[in-house]
């Protein structure tokens, strides 16, 4: 499929992360929000109003079929993305898709099949990623600068009382639970940090009501590095995540999403006690990733590292989730 300028977008789903996502669909320069798909009609018209001229469309297959759309957004709850991912493949559409892929790696893995298949592009929606940030924080761990890396520490975490009680994160059958919300992140880190697949696997989840509403994890690598992390539900927030080597250790309090955008940064400190503040260039989160699926399907950059990360992700969290299925 050529490249269409503007990009024209669907949204399948009126979805809560809308709220970050619709303003940047609309508002980025090579991209259109051109409508969205929900089934639930007070839901979908609190969501679409707030973007005038975007068609608001009752059916999901409708709008796969749209011939005015070349792009699907898919934040349905996870146990949803591989069935109507592979319903956008067949459509003939990019995805981009929110994180996790799928519920679990053999569902991934044919999703990626199919979109490999036709030629199209999928990304998951895990934005930090695509920030400039953390291409600054790479380089400098690719550098040597803080020398044999050894430790992985992440955590990430929010209070989810304030949610309402039908909200996928605490169903099973939807694909609920800690891990593959916020631990997504925290597990993508530590093979981002490595560029490696950990050897042995440690966890443990604190089930309530059928859902791991914290996880706690241990990775040892093929170098002897480890990895460790927590995610949780009812913790306050945090996001933040420590890379350490034998000469110095590399600290981001806000990975995933800056606190403002307006002043990005991290911090390393040596061995001998020497920190330093590294200030990047401002941007928000949703703008980057969507200039990266734009290039992709211009053919202007492979996004099958990325396509790769999401996938050893998913292999990590289908790792983690039988490892504390066992300790719990």
Not at 79 to 93: P, Y
Not at 100 to 112: K, N
Not at 141 to 168: C, W, Y
Not at 309 to 320: S, W
């Amino acid at each position: 499929m050529p490249l269409h300028s503007p990009l024209r977008w669907g949204v399948l789903g009126a979805a809560r992360i809308l709220h970050r996502m619709g303003p940047a669909f609309a508002t980025t320069p090579g991209h259109q929000l051109v409508a969205i798909a929900g089934r639930r009609p007070a839901k979908l018209q609190e969501v679409g109003g707030k973007y005038p001229g975007v068609r608001l469309i009752a059916d999901y297959d409708a709008l796969l079929a749209d011939p005015e759309i070349d792009a699907i957004y898919l934040p349905l709850p996870p146990s949803l993305h591989a069935e109507w991912g592979l319903k956008v493949a067949q459509a003939g559409k990019h995805l981009l898709i929110e994180k996790p892929v799928a519920t679990s790696l053999a569902d991934a893995e044919e999703l990626d099949q199919a979109f490999t298949q036709r030629g199209l592009v999928w990304l998951d929606n895990t934005m930090w990623l695509h920030h400039p940030r953390t291409t600054d924080m790479q380089q400098i761990i690719a550098s040597g600068q803080l020398g044999a890396l050894a430790r992985v520490t992440a955590a990430m975490s929010f209070n989810a009382k304030d949610l309402p009680p039908e909200d996928h994160r605490f169903h099973a059958h939807l694909g609920g639970g800690a891990l593959l919300d916020v631990g997504w992140y925290c597990a993508g880190v530590c093979l981002w940090a490595f560029k490696s697949f950990p050897v042995e696997v440690w966890s443990q989840a604190n089930m309530v009501y059928g859902v791991d509403r914290d996880v706690s994890a241990w990775c040892r690598f093929a170098n002897g590095g480890i990895a460790s992390f927590d995610a949780s539900h009812h913790i306050s927030m945090r996001r933040w995540f420590e890379v350490s080597g034998s000469e110095a250790s590399l600290v981001c309090d806000d990975f995933t999403r800056p606190f403002n955008p307006e002043k990005v940064r991290f911090w390393t400190h040596s061995t001998g006690g020497k920190m330093a503040e590294h200030k990047c260039s401002p941007d928000t989160s949703e703008i980057p990733v969507l200039e990266t699926f734009r290039c992709a399907i211009a053919g202007e950059l492979n996004p099958r590292p990325f396509q790769q990360q999401a996938l050893d992700t998913q292999r990590l969290v289908d790792t983690i989730r039988a490892a504390f299925s066992k300790n719990s």
